[in-house]
């Protein structure tokens, strides 16, 4: 039996659970004022519409949030590859209208299976190149033309009775650390670091974004705790005039369990001025997981929210304070889905990825196939692009093998230039990382060398430093993507050249 502050704490917590359906667990806590989930992409399924539809039946007011960006991260579609623009693509494109289009196209899609959250628009500039978890995430590394974008973005989900989520408070973009690994702490001048990276934010804020995300960073300037547990970063927010929901990132991250722990980090969380507690991806320890982590996570962090309630460390008029927000929130998203919506019916999302791709170099001839060695890094937990679908898609019936290039010594990396080069077709080097990876950099070197007629795809940052051999730019590890570039490869259509840039 759930007592009144485990109730109370129900009201700003957001789990993630395992299945294509709801566990007994998680729809009897619904039933006591479980404030929603998050999809990741162990629960997508054909009969995701018939979960989202028990969920609010146990809580008519759930919300159900998905990380559906597009590009290199999607939920709905993890298994095949996002076949939606991504934030890069956009970025490069900059037309407005194909951004508030593509936000209005998420929306559809997450309300299609019964969701009413997407978590994005990403709001960091991404200004170090290094960046492991944001790179083709953000629209560029300029905050005015991030900002102009992340509103458009914005304009397009929210038009179409969905919440949208700009992630990650205060800007994930100067950092080459991963806060699902470590704790990253942003050295950048302070004035530069408002100037820059909080733009994108106040922009968000002032086009009436719903909610906004936490990102697990150190801002040294402002206190030693990171942002998601710390009440000057937050109150920046409160401080704008924004009154909308601040949603933390997920809290099984190991900036967060790690340090202060799922429970402490849960009420350290509330009490810093965050509202809804992302608990997080119960998968995300691997082998490690056990049968019922996603209920362990849940009760980690609600025992946390009720323990410091009762010993007065965080307070009741708090937890209410964050609850009603929530609450708010969902009402909102109940009333404009009743009223009903315009769902985008001119919308081409290949059109729009096919303007975005360039190449660096002389134009190759068209190829008649390709043969592919996939050598970009691993996926991340934020970012699963690395999976075969980019590169089944880019090679489709011609040869394609995968070269870790991080591992594989040379002689295998040659063993496999030396398969690949003597296949039929056009030798294609698809990598992610040619600017900070010296490996990838490396054996698209030595493959010139073998293969003058070799070409490479970029689905990362595009290129700074030009690469010995033409450069397909296409700026996103997603199915759509890899689909226009092969396009491209074969002759299909004309290509734009782009010009490299030093810096």
Same mark, same amino acid.
């Given at each position: 039996?759930?007592?009144?502050?485990?109730?109370?704490?129900?009201?700003?917590?957001?789990?993630?659970?395992?299945?294509?359906?709801?566990?007994?667990?998680?729809?009897?806590?619904?039933?006591?004022?479980?404030?929603?989930?998050?999809?990741?992409?162990?629960?997508?399924?054909?009969?995701?519409?018939?979960?989202?539809?028990?969920?609010?039946?146990?809580?008519?007011?759930?919300?159900?949030?998905?990380?559906?960006?597009?590009?290199?991260?999607?939920?709905?579609?993890?298994?095949?590859?996002?076949?939606?623009?991504?934030?890069?693509?956009?970025?490069?494109?900059?037309?407005?209208?194909?951004?508030?289009?593509?936000?209005?196209?998420?929306?559809?899609?997450?309300?299609?299976?019964?969701?009413?959250?997407?978590?994005?628009?990403?709001?960091?500039?991404?200004?170090?190149?290094?960046?492991?978890?944001?790179?083709?995430?953000?629209?560029?590394?300029?905050?005015?033309?991030?900002?102009?974008?992340?509103?458009?973005?914005?304009?397009?989900?929210?038009?179409?009775?969905?919440?949208?989520?700009?992630?990650?408070?205060?800007?994930?973009?100067?950092?080459?650390?991963?806060?699902?690994?470590?704790?990253?702490?942003?050295?950048?001048?302070?004035?530069?670091?408002?100037?820059?990276?909080?733009?994108?934010?106040?922009?968000?804020?002032?086009?009436?974004?719903?909610?906004?995300?936490?990102?697990?960073?150190?801002?040294?300037?402002?206190?030693?705790?990171?942002?998601?547990?710390?009440?000057?970063?937050?109150?920046?927010?409160?401080?704008?005039?924004?009154?909308?929901?601040?949603?933390?990132?997920?809290?099984?991250?190991?900036?967060?369990?790690?340090?202060?722990?799922?429970?402490? #980090?849960?009420?350290? +969380?509330? !009490?810093?001025? &965050? $509202?809804? %507690?992302?608990?997080?991806?119960?998968?995300?320890?691997? =082998?490690?997981?056990?049968?019922?982590?996603?209920?362990?996570?849940?009760?980690?962090?609600?025992?946390?929210?009720?323990?410091?309630?009762?010993?007065?460390?965080?307070?009741?008029?708090?937890?209410?304070?964050?609850?009603?927000?929530?609450?708010?929130?969902?009402?909102?998203?109940?009333?404009?889905?009743?009223?009903?919506?315009?769902?985008?019916?001119?919308?081409?999302?290949?059109?729009?990825?096919?303007?975005?791709?360039?190449?660096?170099?002389?134009?190759?001839?068209?190829?008649?196939?390709?043969?592919?060695?996939?050598?970009?890094?691993?996926?991340?937990?934020?970012?699963?692009?690395? #999976?075969?679908?980019? +590169?089944? !898609?880019?090679? &489709? $019936?011609? %040869?394609?093998?995968?070269?870790?290039?991080?591992?594989? =010594?040379?002689?295998?990396?040659?063993?496999?230039?030396?398969?690949?080069?003597?296949?039929?077709?056009?030798?294609?080097?698809?990598?992610?990382?040619?600017?900070?990876?010296?490996?990838?950099?490396?054996?698209?070197?030595?493959?010139?060398?073998?293969?003058?007629?070799?070409?490479?795809?970029?689905?990362?940052?595009?290129?700074?430093?030009?690469?010995?051999?033409?450069?397909?730019?296409?700026?996103?590890?997603?199915?759509?993507?890899?689909?226009?570039?092969?396009?491209?490869?074969?002759?299909?259509?004309?290509?734009?050249?782009?010009?490299?840039?030093?810096?």
């Amino acid at each position: 039996m759930t007592d009144e502050l485990e109730r109370l704490a129900n009201g700003v917590l957001w789990p993630g659970f395992f299945g294509t359906e709801a566990p007994e667990w998680l729809r009897q806590e619904l039933r006591d004022g479980l404030a929603g989930v998050v999809y990741f992409g162990q629960n997508v399924g054909e009969g995701l519409p018939a979960l989202s539809a028990e969920i609010l039946d146990a809580n008519p007011n759930a919300l159900i949030g998905i990380d559906e960006e597009g590009g290199s991260v999607t939920r709905l579609e993890s298994a095949t590859g996002s076949t939606v623009p991504g934030a890069a693509q956009l970025g490069l494109l900059d037309d407005l209208v194909a951004s508030e289009r593509t936000g209005a196209e998420l929306a559809r899609r997450v309300r299609a299976v019964g969701a009413n959250v997407v978590l994005g628009p990403v709001a960091d500039v991404n200004t170090d190149p290094r960046n492991p978890v944001i790179g083709v995430r953000a629209f560029g590394d300029d905050e005015a033309l991030v900002s102009r974008h992340v509103v458009a973005t914005i304009d397009g989900i929210q038009d179409s009775a969905v919440a949208a989520c700009v992630k990650h408070f205060p800007g994930h973009g100067d950092t080459h650390l991963d806060s699902h690994h470590s704790l990253p702490e942003i050295t950048l001048d302070v004035e530069e670091f408002e100037r820059v990276h909080l733009e994108p934010f106040r922009a968000a804020v002032d086009a009436g974004v719903d909610a906004v995300m936490t990102a697990h960073i150190v801002v040294p300037a402002w206190g030693e705790q990171p942002a998601t547990l710390n009440p000057r970063v937050l109150g920046k927010l409160r401080d704008w005039g924004y009154d909308g929901v601040i949603i933390t990132d997920a809290l099984d991250m190991a900036a967060i369990r790690e340090t202060v722990g799922l429970g402490g #980090g849960a009420a350290l +969380a509330l !009490a810093a001025g &965050a $509202d809804l %507690l992302c608990i997080g991806n119960p998968t995300n320890p691997g =082998d490690a997981a056990l049968v019922d982590q996603d209920e362990r996570d849940f009760h980690a962090a609600r025992d946390g929210i009720v323990a410091a309630l009762r010993d007065g460390s965080l307070s009741r008029a708090r937890v209410e304070e964050a609850a009603a927000r929530v609450a708010a929130l969902a009402t909102k998203l109940r009333a404009a889905a009743e009223l009903g919506h315009d769902d985008p019916d001119d919308y081409d999302a290949a059109e729009i990825v096919r303007r975005t791709v360039t190449i660096s170099g002389d134009a190759p001839e068209a190829a008649t196939a390709l043969a592919v060695i996939d050598a970009r890094r691993r996926s991340t937990l934020a970012v699963d692009s690395a #999976g075969s679908y980019v +590169a089944n !898609a880019l090679a &489709a $019936d011609g %040869l394609r093998v995968r070269l870790d290039v991080a591992s594989a =010594d040379l002689p295998e990396q040659d063993r496999v230039l030396d398969e690949v080069t003597a296949a039929p077709g056009t030798t294609v080097l698809l990598i992610d990382r040619p600017d900070t990876d010296a490996a990838q950099r490396s054996l698209v070197e030595r493959a010139a060398v073998r293969d003058p007629g070799a070409v490479v795809v970029n689905v990362g940052l595009p290129t700074r430093s030009p690469l010995p051999l033409p450069t397909i730019e296409v700026a996103a590890a997603s199915r759509l993507g890899a689909q226009m570039a092969r396009e491209a490869l074969l002759g299909r259509f004309a290509v734009k050249q782009r010009m490299n840039s030093a810096g």
